[in-house]
């Protein structure tokens, strides 16, 4: 069976709002937020038959959008770093302008992400970015708290190190920020 | 500014969305007000069926977005025991007599190859092109353009990591996986998945050589492998390194510029 216009339309506007904010607070702007709607829409139509039997659509949802925003951090990074190889006057559509202390930690971060494995990307997306509990996070991760402290510890330890060497022009704001909120 | 995790006293946005879209009842609390002032602010491109169907068409069969487990990652494919790289096993074998060492390499390598017509040893790299936002396998094309975007993917039974590294042609050599460190890239042994994210080809001319190498200790060890070769013969000794174990080489050729 085939979704119509009408299911997809409804679903837009029940979900469309959610999802677009959530992947606006990890992308930073709309432009990069639509997309990921977009693509998480396209494999609600691909996926049609599958997706009706969901008992939550909008975890579902979240599940796609967050490998397309993390997939996406990830070139994100790769292309900025081949920019800054080349010019170093290069500004433009490269990660947003941070206008907060936040915005600062969180440019950090999300350069971080992009260097560590999937799994551990997933974990910090939805406890930082998604204000997810860790046993929420578990579950949609698929695997155990204790797993997740682990997998965290590895991270903060990580990102430590790297703060340390200067490496990685890491600001130690966003440390701060990841201890307090993920420890 | 401290943001402390939430350790359940307060429901987290999934839970407020699943309020907000009626998935879960709703409980009146001031959370939910304030989500739902952040919901209705603007930037939600409007609906356009057009646009949504002809992205769902472009979603290619092996989608890596939907290779998920219930996990919401790739599926791990039951554990099978780690292959350790035949150049690292003969690293080991240096401190013993260069002329052992020698007599290995002749005797040895050839055993470990798996006969011919055993490529890679058992593993194999493949890629999807996408152009345009039309996405087909890489062997459809015979040309390829800077600007084309390259998905890899790989099977690789036995191996629990790659490093994924490019010589164009102007020789310049680039690790893609892992993005940044000495580490390899963590992959899911057996069947065939995806690599995360994509590679987008610059305008360097001339081929360019992809050797994913499987097992291996470490970046600077995969590159050494990759750069011996090159310095040896160029890009046709990268290819030859698809006949070792562990290893696998894509090329691809580069319209010529006008």
New interface residues.
Partial sequence: MQAT?AD??DL???????L???C?SIMKN?ED??DA???T???V???WDSFRSEA????WM???S???C??QI??R???Q??RDQHSDAIVGDGFSRPDT??GDNESDIRALL??V???TR?IVTH??F???????TAV????SVPTLRKRLNHFLERSRKQLDSGSSGLAAGALI?LI???? | ????????S?P????L??R????VPKQGSPEEAAFAE????P???P?D?E???K??A??PEQ????L???????QRAAPEAPVQSWWRRLKLAWVVPVLVACLALVVVVPRLGGGPGVKGGGVDLDFMLQRDGQMMPGTDAELFHPGDRLQFSYRAPGYEDLVLVGVDGTGELSVYY????ELP??IVPGERHFL???I?L?EAPGPEIFVAVFGSGGVSEARELVEDAFERDGLPALEQLAELPGVDVVRIDKEEAP
């Fill in positions: 216009e997809i339309r837009y506007q029940r979900y469309g709002g959610v677009f904010h959530r606006r709309d937020a639509n709607v977009q693509e829409f396209a494999r139509i691909r996926n939550s659509p909008l975890t979240y599940r796609i967050t490998n397309h993390l997939n990830r070139n990074q790769g292309r770093a081949k202390e936040r992009a260097q494995d999937d799994q997933a406890l930082y998604d204000d997810l509990t860790r046993e929420e949609l991760v698929g695997i920020a307090l909120v993920l420890k | 500014m401290s943001f402390p995790i939430n350790d359940g307060r987290s946005k999934l839970e969305g699943r907000h879209t009626g998935e952040q919901i209705a602010a930037g939600l491109a609906f069926w646009v949504l169907s992205a769902a472009r979603v989608d890596p977005l939907m998920l487990g219930r996990s919401g990652l790739p892992p993005r940044a460190g890239y963590p995360d994210g994509s987008v610059d």
